[in-house]
């Protein structure tokens, strides 16, 4: 058995800003109040696939970053897109690079950009992912969700299929509030994360049974990788790949025909999806509040203040708010209203004022 | 007649914190908008009496930060204390300089770190005081209230002595909010803003009947003026002097001798007396927001953003919340917890990070 991680550094967004930027995109961050999320992605995995194993696909204006956030990754390792074309062709291309590398490999695909608290509980459903995927499975992390969380698409199991494995009944898409209280209520439903483990050869069959146009773009870059052509070949073919979620793509449509199996998952799993979400990961004081760097909180409750560590950032009175100070910029908004740091982005968009994007 | 401007620049105070500092008190900010509040003050008053008859009063501490506030004012009428004694002393002290340079002076006493929007009706009273205070009397200036306040104390005025001049009837303690609101509606009560105009004999004369020690000591250093002595005496006698404040050692019982009269004053008067108070003397924007430097304001409402020009303040959704960066330190409270910065600053002090004050 030989994992290969396959870490998808591809993501962009505004969740996080003015902390994350076009430039410094979220999985760049310290989150989770140490290491940046993406090389906290790598150490976690390496005691069951050592970081010469790993491969990262990412942008061309991030691949720099990542390569100074991880220097353990071995450069011939590092997966650049010339474009961005969501994960299904993401995936592909990391999978065509590593049976090129290795025709046994089994990848462990992790989104860089989460939290998880219990690496040894992740461990541990990995490999026995990685066990179950050996006879060409599909395997995703099915996450026993801890709230009625009406943000995320859940995984509906069916039979158990051994220890720990069992059957996926159906993909759900994001319930309402009620139903998913029923879901948190009800063993059978769990959160999909995103994180699949499979062999490189069983989801390029999956691919070409789904995906065909991805699948014979796949083909020739691999025809070329190892010659001169490589590079002329991934800029010309993969920017043309259709676009596409390997959700969407891939795993829903191999789970209806009974291909795709769940190992649950359980180890403080967190997407972080925004400022709000931070208080999931990171240890608050006695009245509920996160503070980070030089931050001083008199009579605050449930707030979020991420300092400086050379600036004085000083509350009194607050209640659920968020205070930023991102070095240039500083940004106050309630929790409540944490989704709409898109508002101050779109009116920076509109302002031209693309030096604070 | 001639008018000595007499700029009470000693105060300090932590109100305005991080703003302000220990080094940088209130009277040094631009409060309004525009200059310093001791800059704007000297100039309002310059008409009616020129920079080069204006006296300052500060403590040792800030005596270059008057010169470079205000370079019109002659060196040799930057009066020091050596100690902090209160308003008496302060304005004896500047009553004797005053005096030696021009026997027939007439005070206009000045706080440096008020807001007042309407500078040719502020004149105008000033005018008419200083005309009223030929005969000995003196005068004190009485705000129209526009609010039922219950921070200041108020003067209750009694009969006609002439156009705009009354006798004064009583001095009023802080009242409580009914109070406050009688007073309100009530033409005869205004408050005291600590704007008196005097001839320098007359307020001398007055202290020596209220207060002899304080007379005394300055009886001495009145005799050291001009001499070699005149440092030492200074910094001798002064931190001496009886610390009390012109209202309740001189003011109060000359009232209640009948020798005070009342001038109305009219003229968008603000002791500006912490965060929550800016919006009287600045302009807002459609919801009430005040946005100073590089601030921006999504759906906010009543709020007080005071940024950085060179620092981006961005804010989402706030609601009578107070933001201000003041460049190595950032404070957030919400509007009704403006009195509340002391907490942080009391917090500093116990931490022992004087630096921040």
Redesign the interface.
Known sequence: LSLHAVILAGGSGTRFW?LSRVKRPKQFLALSGTGSLISETLARIAPVSPPGSAWVVCGKDHAALVQSELPSLLKSRLVVEPAARNTAPAIGLAAIYALKADPDATLAVLPSDHVILKSEEFRRSIARAAEAAQDGTLITLGIKPIRAETGYGYLHRGAARGADLFAVQAFVEKPDAKTAEKYLADPSYAWNAGIFVFRADAILAAIERNLPALHEGLKKIAASLGTSDEQAALQEIFPRLPSISIDYGVMEPEGKAGRIALVPGDFGWSDVGSFAALPEVRALDERGNLLEGDA?A??CDNSILL?QKT????????KD?I?V?AG???????R??AQ??R??VE??KAAG?TD?L
């Open positions: 003015p001083l008199v009579d300092g600036r004085l950032l000083a509350a009194v009175g607050l708010l205070v100070d240039d910029t500083i940004l106050v908004l309630p409540g209203r709409d740091v508002a101050v009116a920076l004022r604070q």
